[in-house]
Nanobody, 118 residues
């Protein structure tokens, strides 16, 4: 059974950093396009980064995606956090290629909440 599990979210002060994790089971993440998305209340799901066998794409400043093949895990580093970064962050997979669009992804994790507040 293919599964993605996000972790690492929490409450952070403005200016802080977080590293989110997306652990895969049932399939090898490096064979897929793995995207990170976020969704704030009342807003569309927004792509922030993607990684596949060809490399990484970061669609927004302050976001860096990476992976550990041995751990079958993809990470999202977020620096200089701002209150507007508050959202639920999701990882998702699709075959081979990266896409910035949520509709292109087949499997989703349950999300992890990031709250940026003083």
């Amino acid at each position: 059974q293919l599964q993605l599990v996000e972790s690492g979210g929490g409450l952070v002060q403005p200016g802080g950093s977080l590293r989110l994790s997306c652990a895969g089971s049932g399939f090898m993440l490096h064979n897929y396009g793995i995207g990170w998305f976020r969704q704030a209340p009342g807003k569309e799901r927004e792509g922030v980064s993607c990684i596949n066998s060809g490399g990484a794409i970061n669609y927004a400043d302050r976001f860096t995606i990476s992976r550990d093949k041995a751990k079958n895990t993809v990470y999202l580093q977020i620096n200089s956090l701002k209150p507007e970064d508050t959202a639920v962050y999701f990882c998702a997979s699709r075959r081979y290629y990266c896409s910035r669009f949520a509709a292109d992804y087949n499997y989703w994790g349950q999300g992890t909440q990031v709250t940026v507040s003083s």
